[in-house]
């Protein structure tokens, strides 16, 4: 626990090691009473370093006691070094050496689930970004590669199966029914990277060949009960394997690839070198048990800590300010590979949903920070939706302006490059310049300066001269730390329509005869005009298509236009983002008014959305869904929660209620039959299906209640039960909910996966989940304070998406969440930080709402022993009063 004020960790500070580390020698002795831990490290003076220092010091955290420690083999004496709780430091050591360290841990009292810990009986360990010094001292920082050997003892019955990185090159029995397993990684690592898995684990095998015609063994550990949900994960990584060869040229490198799922994780999964740890609820799946977007979400998470193995493992961090070159890069990679297995515009769709609702919060939110931050108290805040979401969009954005091949060509550069090395930001696009010869100086702001681009456009058309002027002014917005930004370099993408809804082509100059229609204008200026030419009408632009920068665009659009985009834009992004667009309009101009009536057309664009069934359905689906009340408070200055709320609620039914019998038209002619199948497709047919009955139910409709319940008693699959369950619980259904509710938990009760599932349905149910509801769930049996799952899937949830109940008149929402952070501060800082956010935005809500919020925060602040990692976030939010 804490004792002092934490430290401010700077960029500007960064220095080489003194010492490197060429080899790591381990040996853990697993028990149920604790782990001891020999570590012997092949250590000498880094060349490159400038110290002249003699003493050497190593880092750690929670390491219950330190048994011994030697130099060459030989015990040294207490007094030749000296061990606080976070440091080890030997006073003088030679310039190469072998240093023995003995240390004794209690995985199964590790609740912080960082270092070795015990999940469901089994052994395992996350390293990342800090935890490799919760197992034993070590100079953890991503600079410092070295080749790891471990050998794993345990007792045999209770861990049959041993894993670490790399390949298994010994194995034997020991005394008293233990047994060994040694393994070996070839390839030098960050020790962030280290794994190990001990538990009785069922094996499900499977190969790959690689296109050098190598045999790869691909392995997956689970729970035995939970032998049936391998294959999707198997499947997709089969395919990321393939497309990282197609795509990138990438080879998988050792002999074996592993997956292990574990019930107890702070995140989705570790990209561990040949042996990736997965939350379960990432990984596994059968149709009974996920629903359409948990199988999309674990594909693109088991592609994501596969492409990891290059962009992360081969080639890794300098530090961690330069998270987002792994993260960032990453994210762009998998975000491309789900767009060419799925659909392209609808991962588009879903990415810039969660980038313009939650990046553009943080973004404008006290815990700002650029995509290479310049300092940080706790790095595990720092796994943001900036250094992630934003940083894809980066590289996205490096894409688009360098174009396919030659980014290709950069990406081939960076990884021949630095192969084996710990890099930054810069060298990636150091890479992508000198492959493309392209100058990135400026567009190396988007590293540097935190906060969402702002562009106003506004237009003229010279109707003598055929003329149309486009002017766009770019501005950042001061952000904590950062004021006075400089322009940054914006690919904006657009697009002109005739009155016909035909595309027009963007003449640059008066003589441009094979002028495109589409174009990637590059913003540099704080203020740009461009002047299109040969137009014989004025047309209405399309503006960022495809979203082609993670900025926010101010137009006066008509309804008239808007609704006109929705129907005929070119670009099926921003077909969606005008229906948004409109949706978003009308609901606001309700928020005041209580008496105003929904607009017409808007009731008119969503009918023929409904009849169309020559559109594409994917994008249907998409367009049926109505802005979330989060992205809606976004938007908002000061906003009202409520009457956000009512007004949302209100166009939601008055949707419904006008469009009864075509959506009963579309629930019945998307209903499937014959095989259930997670294609683009069907997955866009359930969706359709489950939201015409969820807007069904949303106005009590007799008819609905009965399709709902018969689908909840007959579907094969859990989308549809899902859909079925949450029409239900978000309807005044009250007997028919709580039955289905029952049943539910009746039949799936043992399937953690599944009841998380059900939590999240119930507290996030803006009819039923208010905090009365919250509380009976966290008294529920199946809740466990110790499982980030169930936090997530209760009060996370309702943080998160309960957002009338959890921004309710009285504050009691804000207050219980903040018990829920201090209490929760104790057993595990890393989640308890991230489920604080909620309260860290507490300025931009109406006064009252905003000062109970803080008020909460002060509450959090001032617990005695607040972990850094809490520590961090409040106070940055508290700042500046
Ligand atoms: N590198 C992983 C995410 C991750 C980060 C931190 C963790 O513990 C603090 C765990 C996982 C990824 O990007 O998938
Ligand atoms: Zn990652």
Redesign the pocket.
Known sequence: MRTSQPQTIFLKDYRVPAFLVDHVDLRFELFEDGARVHCTLAMRRNPDSDSSDKSLELDGDSLTTLESVSLDGKPLEGSAYEDRDDKLTLHEVPDQFNLGIVTWIEPQNNTRL?GLYKSSGMFCT?C??E?FRCITYFPDRPDVMARFRTRVEADKTRYPILLSNGNDVEKGDLADGRHFVTWEDPFPKPCYLFALVAGDLLEKRDTFKTMSGRDIDLRMYVEPRNAEKCDHAMDSLKRAMRWDEEVYGREYDLDIFMIVAVDD???????NKGLNIFNSSCVLASQETATDMAFQRIES?VA??YF?NWS?NRVTCRDWFQLSL??GF?VFRDSCFSADVGSPTVKRIEDATMLRTAQFAEDAGPMAHPVRPESYMEI?NF?TLTI?EKGSEVVGMIHTLLGPDLFRKGSDLYFERHDGQAVTTDDFVRAMEDASGRDLSQFRLWYEQSGTPELTVRDEFDDAAGIYRLTIKQSIPDTPGQTDKKPQHIPFAIGFLGAEGESLPLKLAADDADAPTDRVLELTDASHTFEFHGLSERPVPSLLRGFSAPVRVFYPWTREQLTFLMSHDSDGFNRWDAGQRLAVDVINSLVSSTDGNVDAGLVEAYRSLLADSSLDQALVAKMLQLPSEAYLIELADQPNVPAIHRARERVLAHLARSLRDELLACYHRNTLRGHYEVTPEAVARRSLRNTALAWLLHIDDEEGRTLATSQFNEADNMTDRMGALRALVNSGYEKEQEQALADFYQQWKDDPQVVEQWFAVQSGSTRTGGLRKVHELMEHPAFDWKNPNKIRSVIGVFAGQNLPAFHAEDGAGYQFLAEQVRKLDDSNP?IAARLVSPLTRWRKFAPVHGEQMKSALETVRDKSGLSRDVYEVVHKSLAGQ
Do not use: P, S, V, W
Request: aromatic residues 12%; proline residues 0%.
């Open positions: 960082e996350q990342e970004a935890g994780f702070n995140m989705g999964a570790m990209e998470i994501h800590e990891h992360g792994k993260e990453t595990t796994y992630y890393q």
